[in-house]
């Protein structure tokens, strides 16, 4: 604990903050700032960094570009491998594991060791991991990486140590699972076909055991060569020779057929009786054509045979679909008898499995699901039902049913809000799926002690928004909202859609939520804003509409001349932005220049009529920025709501607009300049005439001067850019004030967009942005440049300025030095790292406020930063957050009770109230991207500033609590993770997590309370992730156990008759024949070995969970096994040097033996 006391002595040039070079922090003219009276700020911080430790919790949604899937039938859970080299196993809902390999190669295929706790998988490195699944986290045994041959095929037979591993060069080796080392026994290619075979195989496709015997190896080339292999005579029972390439074979259990699945959509069935010819071919979608023909089909990627007690065998397979039907979607086909059934899926098929009752091959199989996955989805059939329905999917795979475009993140919600959000959404779901449970259901899980409510939510590029119930490190969907509802539907051809936004126009970029008040916000890259309430009950609504012009007038749009240089301030007020408001203003004939230019009209048309809406979330109002002389509205940047004021703020980089929602009316609506008034921190030099304008057309022209690219590589973007909006650079002309010079009506316009963009792009899912660093001039580095020309410390600027409006937030605060009580204000932060301050008036009583109007005094304080401003948050001056305050929920659509109107409950937490010993007063602590300072209000004195990075910036930054305390926590644009005590700056936490590679991280990173954070790391998965020690050493209870001891079911009884007819399968000793005393050792250049970090690792992540010494012991009893089997290596080797010395000695003996002392 450390106490910090700081006497105040009325000058700000004393404090810290006048050391950092930046201007002035207590005026906008730099001069000395006077606190009211000199007080003592006397904070008990609590956090130190041993609170602090950073370490990935759970990853939700669907992995990522899927390639492998496996299945234990015993232990009954699935794991899929992934393209990027990620393995997730999934049991029971809550039994959910991500790891990840560290060469990060592609999955090819996964192998249960089943019922042993144990995954083997083989990856595009040709490298071989053996995974322990008996821990919660589980890690790599041991690794075997082949050095000359390429991995293609892997098979482990049921109960056996020994791994089958074919080769691209069409070998098989024999890989120890117990120690991971090759066994000398090889079957090379050229020993398994005949030696007059003139051509080579191909790569080995397909290996297993003959369910009969499994001294037989079946081995199938990509050729069309398959080879039965007898292990123990090293020699071939038959070899098949067809002319179509094969693709996957699946035996049936006796043992006596088996199946093949080949590239002419065919599938053959074959007799060991006589493999001279196919017992039968097919051509399950292939019709005889008219000359008889048979037409051409897609290859059948993957075949299943699997035999059923009391009815006809299933016949399961993917592909094979005929080529003449052009728009086919992808279809899994079952047969079953006579009967064929194609299930057509919405992706390709990667993979599929079919779930058995028994896990011995030579028992009747009993199919009774197929698990299918998909390049976007999974899902399970339930082959129990003649109609084969699909079973509920209880993991929230549908994450990216629509790009997600936004994400937010609530850890300490009301209790009640979550059941309620539940009882909503129950009622839309989807029907018609199977009555039975779903069949991945191993593993254990419990809800752990240290579990509270906790709320995701997404927003994504349909429009729609989801509310997710993430509490305990689950998952789960409770409620999904369509803000599209609220707009008419283009019509077909109609120009207003097509020119406006190619697709998207209804994508989300950020959404403000206060769980309190049940009021709901979102903002849309069509520049529109949608505010909502929620209702437990239906209502016939008309939605209000307001439009509001604010854009810059296209005569300020000037670049300056070379040879002005004369500071001076602009008049402000006569071109600022005004508010058009109205139930509806559709586009008319007038709203068109005679040009044909758009002007006054919205994006996108609200529904003018009333509309009928469900209970839940129910639009009350849709605000719609105007175009203006052709130019499109930028979109929005900034936005806050308060539901205790009823107001709703939001900016862009053109100025500020607040509403009152509960009037319906705008109350300001300003450009950035104007809202100075006298107070503009900048200099601005005077706007020249047009001789030197040009249309500049992107990022790269606007940085004129030539900087390195080092340099451009620690500028920061635009805020709005990385939060998913207007990607405006600050030195971008534009002003609201009065131009200089006088122009004629007959001048030339200036019109173009911006910064050179379209008027709307295709709403970038935050899964697909992509950063380039480096400066580049092509068209792609524009729209995804994470660059940006800016000095935000200089005192004056060289160029006219578009400056953004990047954060705002309601509070009580003080908006004047002298003031002595606390009002509502409105801080503003801009992308130039000033803060202004907005006191206003707002009528407390009921009916004065639904009738008087609220004032808004623009000539606040003004203070600076460097970079730009990202957060504002308010503590007392005993260090406690201060909470904004809200309006208590109540229904607006429930029944009216006449003996208790309905009255707005208001909860407010001034700053003067909680701290009588303290006197007036409160922290403000404003983060930036590059800097965080905390001022003390209202005296404006900037007590401390901390200079969070210079060679990066920060994209994230939030007030959090974390262990009964604040703090501020930063991620940087490098992949710094950094905390900061509050409000001394310390830092306590800086850990380089993660280095930024693509901007779906930048628009998805979100902290919240608890320690908690989350971020999208592919565009189907959410990872959260803790920042907290004691979440860290929670986290084992709070994770579910992958194995849990289970009795193997036991083989069936065989019967005499088939025991002694169908030969000796059980007396086939593998050890015998591949151990190192039969077959001798594998060539040590073929595969390396590499011990794995598993039991180390293990130990630790176990110790501190509740089974820890089970699984120390567990692990324990590995090592023990491998330093076992390294004394085995270490005596044979021994015994084998003993052998050759007893052999010499014995020589030496009998040489000597018969010669005379002397004759030595």
């Not at 397979?317 to 979607?329: C, E, V």
């Not at 199919?367 to 390049?375: G, H, K, N, Q, R």
């Not at 809406?613 to 979109?635: A, F, M, R």
């Amino acid at each position: 604990m450390k106490k910090f006391r700081k006497v105040l002595d009325g000058l700000t040039t004393s404090s810290p903050g006048a050391t950092v070079g930046s201007p002035s922090c207590g005026s906008a003219a730099g001069t000395p700032t006077t606190a009211p009276t000199p007080k003592e700020i006397d904070v008990q911080e609590t956090l130190v960094s041993e609170n602090f430790q950073l370490c990935k919790t759970v990853r939700h949604g669907f992995p990522y570009q899927p390639t492998a899937l496996a299945f234990d039938p015993v232990q009954k859970i699935l794991a899929i491998g992934s393209r990027s080299g990620g393995v997730r196993i999934l049991g029971r809902p809550g039994v959910d594991c991500y790891c990840q390999h560290e060469s990060g190669a592609a999955v090819l295929q996964l192998q249960f060791l089943i019922n042993e706790g144990a995954l083997v998988s083989a990856c595009a490195d040709d490298t071989l991991h053996l995974w322990n699944l008996r821990q919660r986290r589980p890690a790599i045994l041991h690794s075997l990486k082949f050095n000359r041959e390429r991995i293609t095929f892997c098979h482990l037979p049921f109960q056996s140590k020994w791994l089958y591993v074919g080769t691209e060069r069409g070998n098989t080796h024999i890989v120890n699972i117990e120690s991971f080392i090759l066994s000398g026994y090889v079957i090379m290619w050229n020993k398994a076909i005949e030696l007059s075979t003139k051509t080579h195989p191909g790569p080995v496709v397909h290996l297993s055991d003959s369910p009969k015997d499994e001294g037989k190896l079946l081995i199938g080339f990509e050729s069309g060569t398959i080879v039965q292999w007898d292990l123990r005579g090293k020699k071939a029972d038959f070899r098949i020779y067809y002319d179509e390439a094969i693709h996957s074979v699946s035996w049936h259990h006796e043992g006596k057929q088996f199946m093949c699945s080949h590239s002419d959509g065919s599938l053959t069935l074959w007799n060991l009786r006589n493999t001279t010819k196919p017992f039968q071919v097919t051509f399950p979608h292939g019709k005889i054509q008219k000359d008889a023909r048979k037409e051409s089909c897609k290859p059948i990627l993957k075949v299943e045979y699997k035999t059923c007690r009391n009815s006809e065998p299933f016949v399961i397979f993917s592909g094979g679909l005929s080529y003449d039907k052009a728009g086919r979607r992808p279809a899994l086909t079952i047969m079953h008898g006579k009967a064929i059934t194609v299930l057509e899926m919405d992706y390709p098929i990667v993979e599929f499995m079919v779930l058995c009752e028994t896990p011995y091959n030579n028992e009747v199989q009993e199919p009774y699901a197929v698990v299918v996955l998909l390049e976007k989805d999974l899902i399970v059939v339930d082959l129990t039902q003649s109609n084969y329905p699909v079973f509920e999917n209880p993991y929230p795979m549908d994450i990216h049913e629509s790009p997600v475009t936004c994400t937010a993140y609530f850890a300490d919600c009301p209790p009640d809000i979550i059941p309620i959000l539940y009882s909503i959404g129950a009622k839309h779901k989807k029907t018609g799926y199977s009555q039975k449970e779903w069949p991945i259901s191993g593993g254990t899980w419990t809800l752990g002690s240290h579990t509270y409510p906790e709320i995701i939510i997404t927003g994504h590029a349909d429009g729609s928004i989801k509310f997710w119930d993430a509490s305990a490190i689950t998952l789960q969907m409770l409620y999904k909202m369509k803000t599209s509802k609220v707009f008419e539907k283009p019509k077909p051809g109609e120009g207003r859609a097509t020119e406006l936004v190619e697709e998207d126009p209804f994508a989300i970029q950020m959404v403000s939520w206060c769980p309190q008040s049940r009021i709901f916000c979102v903002v849309g890259i069509s520049a529109h804003i949608i505010l909502y309430r929620f209702s437990k009950y239906d209502a016939n609504t008309q939605i209000v509409s307001l439009e509001v012009r604010l854009q810059c007038d296209s005569e300020d749009v000037i670049s300056p001349s070379e040879n002005e240089n004369n500071p001076s301030f602009s008049e402000p007020g006569s071109h600022s932005p005004q508010p058009h408001h109205h139930h509806q203003h559709p586009a008319s004939p007038g709203s068109r220049t005679p040009e044909g230019i758009k002007d006054s009209i919205p994006c996108l048309k609200v529904k003018d009529r009333a509309v009928r809406v469900p209970p839940g979330y129910q639009s009350e109002l849709v605000i719609q920025l105007l175009w203006v002389d052709g130019e499109p509205p930028q979109q929005i940047t900034s936005l806050d709501i308060n539901s205790a004021y009823g107001l709703l703020a939001f900016g862009n980089c053109n100025g500020l607009a607040v509403v009152d929602y509960l009037q319906k009316t705008v109350i300001l609506c300003m450009s950035t300049l104007d809202l100075y008034g006298s107070t503009d921190p900048y200099q601005r030099l005077t706007r020249s005439p047009r001789r030197n304008r040009q249309s500049t057309s992107g990022l790269t022209e606007l940085t004129d001067n030539q900087q390195s690219i080092d340099m451009e590589r620690s500028k920061s973007p635009t805020s709005d850019h990385v939060n998913g909006h207007c990607t405006s650079p600050t030195s971008q002309p534009c002003s609201a004030g009065k131009p200089r010079i006088p122009m004629g009506p007959e001048g030339p316009r200036l019109t173009r967009r911006g910064p050179g963009r379209p008027p709307f792009r295709k709403a970038q899912s935050a899964a697909c942005m992509e950063i380039s660093l480096p400066v580049s001039h092509t068209e792609e580095s524009r729209e995804n440049s994470f660059t940006r020309s800016r000095s935000s410390s200089v005192s004056s600027i060289d160029r006219d300025t578009k400056e953004a409006v990047t954060t705002l937030q309601f509070g009580e605060s003080y908006g004047r030095k002298n003031d002595v009580l606390p009002t509502p204000c409105l801080w503003v932060g801009t992308s130039l790292g000033v803060v202004l301050l907005i006191p206003m008036s707002i009528p407390t009583d009921q009916e004065e406020r639904m009738e008087e109007p609220v004032t808004m005094g623009v000539s606040g304080a003004v203070l600076m930063l460097k970079g730009s401003v990202l957060r504002f948050s308010f503590l007392d001056c005993m260090g406690a957050l201060i909470q904004t305050p809200y309006e208590v929920w109540r229904d607006h659509n429930a029944p009216e009770d006449p003996d208790r109107p309905r009255r707005r409950k208001l909860v407010h937490f001034s700053p003067s109230s909680s701290q009588d010993a303290c006197g007036d007063g409160h922290l403000a602590v404003v983060c930036s991207e590059r800097q965080a300072k905390v001022f003390l209000m209202p005296s404006q004195s900037c007590l401390f500033v901390h200079n969070i990075t210079e060679s990066s910036f920060v994209l994230r930054a939030d007030v959090v609590s974390v262990c009964n305390s604040v703090c501020l926590a930063c991620f940087c644009a490098n992949g710094h993770v950094m905390t900061l005590s509050l409000p001394s700056l310390r830092p306590l936490m800086d850990v380089n997590y993660l280095p930024l590679t693509d901007m779906r991280i930048a628009r998805t990173f979100y902290f919240t309370n608890g320690g908690q954070a989350l971020y999208l790391s592919s565009p189907t998965e959410i990872q959260r992730i803790t920042y907290s020690q004691e979440m860290c050493d929670n986290l084992q209870e709070m994770l579910g156990e992958l194995f849990t001891p289970i009795e193997t079911p036991e083989a069936q009884n065989r019967g005499f008759l088939k025991g002694f007819f169908g030969g000796n399968a059980h007396t086939f000793d593998r050890e015998e024949l591949f151990g190192e005393a039969a077959a001798g050792k594998a060539s040590r250049s073929l595969a390396q070995h590499i011990p794995g970090q598993g039991g180390v690792e293990g130990m630790k992540v176990a110790a501190s969970g509740a089974v820890g010494e089970l699984a120390r012991a567990r692990i324990a009893l590995d090592e023990r096994g491998q330093r076992l089997g390294e004394l085995e290596e270490r005596t044979a080797l021994m015994m084998t040097s003993a052998e050759v010395f007893s052999k010499h000695a014995h020589e030496l003996m009998l040489k000597c033996k018969d010669k005379k002392w002397y004759q030595f």
